[in-house]
């Protein structure tokens, strides 16, 4: 996960506009939040624990005066949820200074670390991302060269915006696993995760950042180059599944029309006699509308959901998780009696599900048919989501009858990984399909420990 935008401009308010579009991608890491600003080449940055709107006020925002801004939303998959690993992060190198976002996970970092430890290099996070930071501060090539040269030392997922030399960076890894969206405001250039936070700073969007580019914008405008060989394309099919906003374009296709699609092909997958159908707000509305509409069952709603809870999929720990279930999710009496669809879009840990199906039985609902708009998450993501353990995983080794027995439905099916792709209307080779599939697109570790470069207090 994690939201990264970047923009240039001498005349907007930068750092004003950076808040926002950070507040358009907040969906996708609500741990921390921070924005750094180039003012003549002098980078500042604030970056403190919790939501956009808790980190940054009216005064913060006036203190960070600038040309450019980079701002970032975390969601950790390496290195603790605590300060020290809040982004953008400054670091200091013998070449340059660097302010840097990563969304992404790399597979190769402990090789890049030792290297960089052996080397004196003082690291002062347990991410992955300071790391990329550490290189291209060291290297003394042109900036653009040097990042182009840190690029080939970097396996795994990487979108990331950067400041360096009074100069916007942008640049992505050559499979394309998270998004990175090109825009324009004006006669000015803006870098963010997703469409969505274009459209809300009123920006318009140019293109895709594409897979091993290197995009930079300076006094000059907007320069580009291709750092590595693009491909084969692996972009997470996850997005389209959960993490993107409905309201985004991720590789050119509307997220909310592919959920949609998926219900509709779910529903001629697994049909059910039933009275209702109802989605999981908010990731599951959509695959529920198109359940309904392919199944002729009517929509309602049957949970209410409180929007001022934070997703409970990327809260850090187990117990957070669950308390935010209870917290999150209220029954109406309109499933009363009625034989229900429940829609969601994945099952991961399967805490949720099992609270949502013994809620809407506990409120009267005669039977609880679950159906997932994508197939059984059976396998670790090593590309930057927070399920890096099999043992997580209750798909990865039950069966789906026992899966029912586990979250308590009367039914349960899954969409097939070819009713999946088929919704999110991209070719099969062109998306990474692994956490359903075990078939990853670069080589993995055994097994992955988030706090593995962590004090051992924290």
């Not at 959901?305 to 999150?328: L, S």
């Not at 956490?435 to 670069?442: A, K, V």
Request: hydrophobic fraction near 40%.
């Amino acid at each position: 996960m994690c939201g990264v935008f970047g923009i240039r401009s001498t005349e907007r308010d930068v750092s004003r506009l950076a808040y926002f579009g950070l507040f358009a991608l907040q969906h996708r890491g609500q741990e921390s939040a921070g924005i750094a600003v180039s003012d003549g080449g002098r980078l500042t940055v604030v970056r403190d624990m919790g939501l956009v709107t808790r980190v940054f006020n009216e005064q913060q925002l006036q203190a960070l005066p600038g040309e450019l801004a980079i701002g970032h939303t975390r969601y950790s998959t390496t290195g603790a949820n605590r300060w020290a690993n809040a982004q953008p992060l400054i670091h200091h190198g013998p070449v340059r200074t660097i302010a840097l976002g990563h969304n992404g996970n790399l597979v190769n970092v402990e090789e890049l670390r030792s290297e960089l430890v052996a080397d004196g290099v003082q690291l002062r996070s347990g991410s992955d991302s300071e790391i990329i930071a550490a290189f291209v501060a060291r290297d003394p090539a042109p900036l653009p060269e040097a990042i182009a040269n840190t690029m080939a030392r970097l396996e795994g997922a990487y979108s990331v915006t950067a400041l360096a030399e009074d100069t916007l960076v942008a640049f992505r890894d050559p499979r394309g696993f998270r998004p990175l969206a090109l825009g324009q405001i004006g006669e000015d250039w803006v870098v963010a995760s997703e469409t969505c936070a274009l459209d809300l700073i009123a920006a318009e969007f140019v293109r895709e950042v594409r897979p091993g580019e290197v995009v930079w914008v300076d006094e000059d405008g907007l320069h580009a180059t291709q750092a590595l060989p693009a491909g084969p394309n692996a972009l997470c099919i996850f997005e389209h599944v959960y993490f993107a906003r409905p309201d985004s374009r991720v590789a050119g296709v509307e997220v909310h029309g592919s959920r949609v699609r998926m219900g509709e092909r779910l529903a001629r997958e697994a049909p059910v006699e039933a009275d209702l159908v109802i989605g999981i707000p908010d990731s599951g509305t959509p695959a529920a509308i198109g359940y309904s509409k392919a199944s002729g069952i009517p929509f309602n709603e049957g949970l209410i959901k409180n929007r001022y809870v934070a997703r409970t999929f990327i809260q850090p720990d187990q117990a957070m998780r669950e308390q935010g279930i209870r917290m999150k999710f209220n029954p109406l009496d309109e499933v009363a009696g009625q034989r229900i669809v429940v829609v969601d879009d994945s099952i991961v840990r399967g805490s949720t599900m099992k609270q949502l199906v013994a809620m809407l039985l506990d409120a009267g609902a005669a039977e609880a048919h679950v159906r997932i708009s994508s197939p059984p998450v059976v396998s670790p993501c090593f590309y930057g989501i927070d399920m890096a353990d099999e043992d997580e995983l209750p798909a990865a080794h039950r069966s789906v009858e026992e899966m029912r027995q586990l979250i308590g439905a009367t039914s349960l099916h899954y969409l097939s990984v070819e009713g999946m792709q088929e919704a999110t209307t991209l070719p099969e080779d062109a998306v990474c399909r692994a956490c359903f599939t075990r078939d990853y697109p670069t080589s993995v570790p055994e097994r992955v420990e988030k706090l593995r470069f962590e004090p051992a207090q924290v």
